[in-house]
């Protein structure tokens, strides 16, 4: 594989209610994401650009899919992570590791959403 883009392509991000995930994660981001049904599956996509840095996802609700807090943990970018984990608390998620430095690469912060999973946000800014 080439080194000239990423490898993750896509990630998805079980539930096990997709109303209220989705709802959570509107208002935390601040982003609409869009609804898809495929197979057994039910969708929320982020916003994607295919031909913009960074890999696309969604949540998914199906059978397969089961929330969890260890495991693979993927990174959400913000702007603010402080800000950010307001909102996450303000819609009922639960910050489980408060805003860090990561020296010349920005900042990073931990949260639980509302489904158990454990997000990670990420900042080269605030």
Known sequence: MSNSVNP???FEIPVM???RAQGFYEYVFDMPLERHTLGDNEMAWFPMNEL???AAGA????DCYIPAPNGIVIYISTPDITETLERVEEKG???TEPKKSIGEHGF???F???EGNQIGVHSRGL
């Open 59 to 62: 949540l998914v609700m199906g």
């Open 52 to 54: 913009a840095v960074g």
């Open 93 to 95: 998620g639960h910050v």
């Open 108 to 110: 990073v912060a931990f």
């Open 112 to 114: 639980t959403d509302l």
């Open 8 to 10: 993750v392509g896509w």
């Open 17 to 19: 209610d997709i109303d």
